[in-house]
């Protein structure tokens, strides 16, 4: 199918240069033979100018990362139907590859050197292609996140801190340290079998090994290929090798991926303290969201109170920044002085800066939640707006359920002892698409509080339009339902009216109306 280890094949050849036939066939070195040549005068003849060496081709020459890898993939491509499924939809989507090389150009090269120093194949840098296509933000059905879209509790295991500041599962270096290692791991339980390996990295070794068992019980082959495995495993390793044949053979294929350098275009700098983004992204001269894009562990406005506050810089703005941390040490935060309030409590004064109870407390030295009006506390808190940091948690949310999935949006506010799925059956939608809308899982819990968005289409010949009521001396919810024609609950979910007993004459209430039942 390819030429495997083309690089090798040159370095041999070279080396043939080097030995020279004896009668017996057996090739020596030139030291090893002298005895054997036979002295002669110098000649007189002039000497032929000398050829000037071809340069060793190696991965590293190389000017293409893509090309790099091509050159050190070694697992085998069979010819079998799911692999030439997966070819083909790849060669059938070429945008498809362009987007995942645009968005793995800052980190190829720094996972392909993380796989070469640990001897690793090379086909484990295309498997962020499998999981996330190259999403550093990507978050998965099963509530995996980033590149290699660890789950929580295997980021947990492998060593990857998840809080308000932090999701270290999209931390682009820590996440391949801890994939490669958990990998590592698989690929030993496995007896070295990369394709059950990074079969179980997708479904969990405990499923490969017990298919494996039942084949070996019934006498079956047990390779990947021959395994009763679930049906998106099944598809996992076929589609990862379709993906390696195609990046061997761009040109037997007629694609070509966009191509990237081979070379650092990141590195990573640790400030050993805690910064506002905004202010990390001055002091390295680019913008926030680009410094975001290239560190997208942070959740919020600043690197973590406690660490990690390690960034991901292009190389060319580490010196400038390295430069301004030390001239501005201390000063990569703002601390505003806020005097207590009636009514303030930490939470409430942690929710209205973006920031933690915890780090109030810190702020403080604060040992316990009390404080008393007239205090003053020093918060610390963001330079600039939310909207500045386009990709924090918050907004990256706020993009995500203001994404137009149907004809109206209702706002629901989760009360205790709600789940996705009992609200998702109340309003007649499927619980998967409740995740989807507001960036979770479907297996993910809820907070009392939290605002989630509900999209509908019409149906049965309903015409659904958007009608905000004015409200009366003297009316009802049951009175408003019963002449718009719709339910006194979806009246108090539409306007959040939970906690409100009455209404009040001039309270403008929002109701989606079925206007072919009702004039309006």
């Known amino acids: 199918m390819r030429v495997k280890h083309s690089w090798v094949l040159a370095l041999i050849l070279s080396g043939c240069q080097l030995t020279q036939p004896t009668d017996s066939g057996e090739a020596v070195s030139p030291e090893t033979n002298t005895s054997t040549i036979k002295q002669t005068e110098p000649s007189a003849r002039p000497a032929k100018p000398s050829v000037k060496p071809e340069p060793t081709v190696t991965p590293e020459t190389q000017q293409d990362v893509w090309q790099r ?7 085998p491509i069979p010819d079998h139907k799911l692999v030439n499924y997966y070819r083909t939809w790849y060669l059938k989507h070429p945008n498809h590859l362009k987007t995942v090389s645009q968005r793995a150009e800052p980190f190829l090269y720094l996972i392909t050197e993380k796989i070469e120093q640990r001897e690793m194949p ?23 996140a980033g590149l290699w879209q660890f789950v929580p509790a295997t980021g947990k295991q492998q ?3 998840q809080n308000f500041w932090y999701d270290g599962r999209r931390d682009v270096s820590a996440a391949t340290d801890a994939a490669l290692d958990y990998l590592t791991y698989l690929n030993k339980r496995f007896d070295g079998e990369w394709t059950h390996a990074i079969a179980a990295y997708n479904s969990g070794g405990g499923r490969v090994s017990s298919a494996i068992r039942k084949n070996t019980k019934l006498g079956k082959p047990t390779d990947f290929f021959s395994l009763d495995l679930p049906k998106e495993t099944s598809g996992y390793v076929p589609k990862l090798l379709a993906l390696a044949d195609i990046i061997a053979n761009q040109d037997k294929y007629g694609i070509e991926i966009p191509a ?25 001269g680019i913008s926030v969201k680009q410094l975001q894009s290239l560190n997208p562990a ?17 190389t060319d703005s580490v010196d400038k920044f390295n430069q301004a941390v030390s001239e501005n040490r201390g000063k990569g935060l703002k601390v505003v002085r806020y005097k207590v309030k009636s009514g303030d409590s930490l939470s409430v004064l942690a929710k209205k800066y973006n920031t933690t109870s915890q780090v109030i407390r810190n702020a403080n030295h604060l040992t316990g939640n009390n404080i008393r009006v007239g205090q003053h506390l020093m918060i610390p808190t963001s330079t600039r707006d939310d909207q500045a ?3 924090s948690a918050a907004n990256r949310l706020a993009k995500t ?24 059956r109340a309003n007649k939608v499927s619980h998967q698409s409740l995740a989807k809308w507001n960036g979770m899982g ?32 003297g009316d009802t919810i049951s009175g408003i339902a019963s002449k718009f024609r719709v339910k006194s609950n979806d009246i108090v979910k539409w306007n959040d009216l939970n906690k409100q007993k009455y209404l009040k004459p001039g309270q403008k209430l929002k109701l989606y109306v079925d206007v072919t039942k009702v004039s309006v």
Request: overall charge neutral; proline content about 5%.
């Open 69 to 75: 890898i091509a050159m050190q993939l070694e697992m």
């Open 122 to 144: 090379l086909e484990l840098a295309l498997l962020p292609i499998v999981e996330s296509s190259f999403d550093a933000f990507a978050y998965s059905h099963g509530s995996a």
């Open 159 to 161: 060593g990857l801190k």
């Open 260 to 284: 990237i350098i081979n070379q650092p275009v990141v590195e990573m700098v640790d400030p050993k303290e805690q910064l506002d983004l905004a202010i990390a992204a001055g002091y390295a």
């Open 298 to 314: 942070y959740n919020q406005w600043a690197t973590a109170p406690d660490g990690p506050h390690q960034l991901l810089l292009p």
């Open 389 to 391: 940091y386009a990709l």
């Open 401 to 424: 359920q203001a994404t137009t999935r149907g004809q109206f949006k209702l706002t629901h506010t989760v009360r205790s002892g709600e789940s996705l799925w009992s609200i998702a």
């Open 442 to 473: 479907p297996k993910d819990t809820l907070r009392v509080g939290q605002k989630l968005v509900i999209w509908k289409n019409s149906s049965d010949g309903a015409i659904i339009r958007t009608v905000f009521y004015n409200v009366r001396t």
